[in-house]
């Protein structure tokens, strides 16, 4: 009777500490709410026809994700449903992101406390929930696909854990394998890195030092969503790994060194991952070329001191799995969450992000609560960690609201990593959306001085001619822009947009299908193709592009205008 009492209010006890896990990560980060969309958003939510049309639903679970090498249907679909809702109103999106973190920090939470870390599980819960380094996870609504997957990856885990249990029947333990093979499936198809939850799973079972026999079934079965999830992609993407190239060398400078190389600047930045978990200072949304500059990688102090860190930590785990499994267990996961997204087993689409240490993070939390609590005084470590919290908390509030849109994101981002051709490109963009054109035009030539194959750069300086009413001047830029990248779709429909109004119609019919040709469902081109239609005078052709873009152009302004045009003529 005392033993169920006891569990009782220990049950009680875990429901209250979950709710107040998930009521503080909501209110650190009710500032989002105000927040409209920035970076990413405009791409994957703003200008993608794919989510706002219903009709075409289907295709976001059997073609890939922007930039072509992505699968991730789940994430667009969610986008999606808020779409067919709400439209282009930002709280709902924001106010999911929310949510998830919410839960995720609740159910790691939950997690802990399964796998034996009692004493630590609510504040290391806590200090996940307000963490600023997961700003842009939440904040950002692109951020949603690192929610989801690491939803839906801890309730994978949780399931396994169900089912590695000693008094588990075989009956339930196969029940619950499924299921948790069902959540990693979900995982992945929200982002494909979800797949480490696998290697979390093997951690978990060796933390417990159960039977590893009991435990093979439920691996096998999360191995076996992972092929299903690879499958998938495969179909839809033509290839298992995203295919790299010459043109992501901005946002992944790693890809222009050696593979040795690459591993150890790749080893060092995991150490400057670990120390943003402990240090969040200075944040950042890009990290691309030349913020991490590869070539001169190690005359940096700082990088040889983020390798000591990440050598360091790699022989706690060695040195202390026997010993003391939990601190081992702790940085362990910091490792495997790391495993497919740290550039070291092969290189990915960015150098660095913050978004990427969203699950990884909690290892080093965690392991930055135990070695508190177990090296100071009860009463020190509480006022450690409550003015940790504190100052997490204070500078995540403040943080979210840097991604309250482009102008401000971008104001910042210029201030702190003022050597980044994306952060001077992507500033450039929103001094010249301001009328700006002069001061823009500087700030992109300058983006292009740092990285001269930066084909934005130089659309960019041919759009601030052309909002100056230079068409010769725009004509050289965009050419310059194809010239740097073939694929490069915006310069290739502004110089078709520029031909059908100087009437060189068979120039401008050859830019748009120059843009079919790679992507046969571009928006843009098809709308530039209607213009033309209409341009030339040919009147039937425009009615047989209008009705095949109907579905998917209503809430297109251009489209609307030639709409409109289209039927005026008609009426003549």
């Known amino acids: 009777m005392l033993g169920s009492m006891s569990n009782k209010i220990s049950s009680s006890t875990d429901y209250r500490h979950g709710f107040y896990v998930f009521a503080c990560a909501c209110a650190v980060f009710s500032i989002s709410l105000l927040n409209g969309f920035a970076l990413d958003d405009l791409i994957h939510i703003v200008q993608n026809p794919k989510i706002q049309n219903s009709a075409v639903w289907a295709r976001l679970f059997l073609e890939p994700s922007y930039p072509g090498n992505l699968f991730r249907p789940l994430t667009n679909f969610t986008y999606a449903l808020t779409y067919e809702y709400f439209a282009l109103w930002p709280l709902p999106y924001h106010l999911t992101n929310i949510l998830l973190h919410a839960a995720v920090s609740s159910l790691l939470y939950v997690l802990l406390k399964r796998i034996g870390f009692d004493s630590i599980a609510f504040v290391v819960a806590l200090l996940f929930a307000v963490h600023p380094l ?31 249990t000693p008094s588990a029947s075989t009956a339930r333990r196969s029940i619950v394998f499924c299921i948790s093979a069902g959540c990693l499936l979900l995982a992945a198809l929200s982002k494909e890195s979800a797949l480490v939850f696998i290697g979390l799973a093997f951690l978990i079972v060796s933390l417990q030092q159960r039977e590893f026999k009991k435990s093979l079934p439920g691996l096998f079965t999360l191995t076996g969503a992972a092929l299903i999830f690879l499958l998938w992609r495969y179909l839809a993407l033509g290839s298992i790994a995203a295919a790299t190239g010459e043109t992501e060398l901005l946002d992944n400078p790693l890809l222009g060194i050696g593979a040795f190389q690459r591993i150890l600047v790749a080893l060092a930045l995991l150490g400057k991952y670990a120390v943003l978990c402990v240090l969040p200072v200075p944040l950042s949304a890009d990290y691309s070329f030349a913020v991490i500059d590869t070539q001169n990688f190690w005359a940096s102090l700082q990088a040889w001191l983020n390798l000591l860190v990440a050598l360091l930590l790699l022989c706690v785990v060695a040195l202390t799995f026997r010993r003391k499994p939990t601190r081992a267990f702790l940085v362990a996961w910091f490792f495997v969450a790391f495993a497919i997204t740290a550039n070291i087993l092969f290189p990915i689409g960015t150098i660095f992000g913050e ?17 508190l609590k177990e090296s100071l005084s009860r009463r020190v470590s509480v006022f450690v960690l409550c003015a940790l919290g504190g100052l997490y908390a204070c500078q995540t509030f403040f943080y979210s609201a840097v991604w309250h849109d482009n102008a401000t994101l971008y104001g910042y981002q210029v201030t702190v990593s003022e050597t980044s051709a994306k952060t001077l490109a992507n500033y450039a963009t929103v001094l010249r959306n301001k009328g700006k054109l002069d001061e823009a035009s500087l700030y992109y030539r300058r983006a292009l001085q740092i990285y001269p194959r930066f084909a934005n750069a130089a659309f960019g300086i041919g759009s601030v001619y052309g909002k100056k009413g230079a068409y010769s001047g725009a004509e050289h830029w965009y050419h310059e822009a194809i010239s740097i990248d073939p694929s490069h779709a915006a310069s290739r429909e502004a110089l078709g947009r520029l031909y059908v109004n100087a009437g060189k119609f068979d120039d401008a019919r050859e830019q748009f299908n120059a843009i079919l040709t790679r992507d046969p469902q571009s928006l843009p081109a098809r709308i530039g193709l209607f213009a033309l239609a209409l341009q030339e005078g040919k009147l039937e052709e425009a009615k047989r592009l209008r009705a095949q873009l109907t579905g998917e152009a209503l809430g297109d302004p251009d489209f609307q205008n030639l709409d409109a045009r289209l039927t005026a003529s008609l009426k003549q």
């Open 355 to 371: 978004r990427l240490a969203y699950v990884p993070s909690l290892g080093i939390i965690g392991a930055l609560v135990l070695t």
């Open 134 to 164: 997961h700003v842009e996870a939440v904040a950002n609504v692109s951020g949603r696909a690192e929610l989801l997957a690491a939803f839906f990856g801890v309730l994978s885990l949780l399931f396994f854990q169900d089912g590695c």
